[in-house]
């Protein structure tokens, strides 16, 4: 368990590498703003990317979540890959057969 900020409505600590907030009950309906601690520079790939490169940034850079983006425009958010995306069962699953991937 890491440091606990405690306030008198809300606890806050991490646990095991997961950010545990603790609201008092009388608070859960109000809003929280959470552009104060969201990551506004997240990593992202365009949806033509192969995922043969999807994969090496992903694990060269050693991230959890890939922003995927496309749409009109190609700055929409269409997509998250995480951990789970580059496994060989859920890629046959998801595009065939695996072998015949570049």
């Known amino acids: ?21 603790k609201l008092d009950e009388a608070h859960y309906s109000k809003n929280v703003d959470i552009a104060a601690v969201m990551n506004q520079g997240a990593y992202c790939v365009a949806t033509g990317l192969p995922l043969s490169k999807a994969y090496t940034m ?22 998250v890959l995480t951990r789970v995306n580059f496994t060989p069962d859920y890629i046959e699953s998801h595009a065939g057969d695996i072998n015949r991937l570049d």
């Open 1 to 21: 368990t890491g440091s606990i900020r405690k306030s008198n409505e809300t606890t806050v600590y991490s646990d095991h590498g997961k950010l545990i907030v």
């Open 58 to 79: 992903f694990t060269t850079l050693g991230l959890r979540h890939l922003v995927v983006l496309g749409g009109k425009d190609g700055g929409e958010v269409v997509g």
